[in-house]
């Protein structure tokens, strides 16, 4: 089965430019989740959907920050306006369904670097 | 919420030696504990897994072990080979409450094998 796609692979933008990242699940995968992933330090969620509806997003910084989830399937990370700290590796994950603990599945991730 | 330690952040061992990596959590209501394989410009992928109503679970040359009562689980590598070089994360979740399915992650372990 085809894995997590994610794209680009790789963004530089200077501060105060906006970005986004794209994320396309596997097949059938209910819940789909974003996480940072700052040099040197594990992954730390910022937003899951269940379906197209939003889960957790206690995490994400909302003032520069917001993802969306259309039609339950791909999902868009955008940053506006990016700052240094955000230079970081977006990794998306997917998941049959958060109920019972199921597996998460990784996509290769986009490295942004913010200048 | 949930704060997961890891410990050693590298490990170097010979070719054939065993590698031991550990980790620790904060929250008893965790029940879910996987363990992830990152390699150089790849997302994490799970390797293996233990829930909270198992003491140990081996699958091959790996095997993890959970103790409930200090909080704590371990990842055992035997017969280390090259190609199992890269930084292994380990994680924590639970399936209830408000951060239901939610990855907390160590800062991970960088493991060289050398031939």
């Known amino acids: 089965e085809a894995g997590v796609a994610q794209s680009p692979r790789y963004k530089i933008i200077e501060k105060r430019q906006s970005v986004a990242f794209w994320c396309n699940p596997i097949s059938g995968h209910a819940t789909l989740y974003w996480y940072q992933q700052i040099l040197g330090q594990g992954p730390k969620l910022l937003i899951q959907?269940?379906?197209?509806?939003?889960?957790?997003d206690s995490q994400l910084p909302k003032d520069r920050f917001s993802a969306e989830r259309l039609k339950g399937v791909d999902s868009t990370l955008k940053i506006q306006p990016a700052k240094l700290e955000d230079s970081a590796v977006y990794l998306c994950a997917s998941s049959l369904g958060a109920g019972g603990l199921r597996e998460q599945y990784f996509g290769p991730g986009t490295r942004l670097t913010v200048t | 919420g949930e704060n997961v330690e890891q410990h050693p952040s590298t490990l170097s061992v010979q070719e054939g030696d065993s590698a031991v990596i550990k980790c620790t959590y904060s929250d008893s209501a965790s029940n879910y504990f996987p363990w992830y394989k990152q390699e150089l410009g790849k997302g994490p992928q799970l390797i293996i897994d233990i829930r909270s109503n198992v003491g140990e679970k081996k699958d091959q040359r790996i095997a993890v072990t959970l103790n409930k009562t200090a909080k704590h689980f371990s990842l055992h590598i035997t017969e280390t080979q090259p190609e199992d070089s890269a930084v292994y994360f380990c994680a924590a979740s639970k399936d209830r409450g408000s951060t239901l399915g939610r990855l907390y992650f160590g800062r991970g372990t960088q493991l060289t094998v050398w031939p």
């Open positions: 959907f269940q379906n197209n509806g939003v889960v957790d």
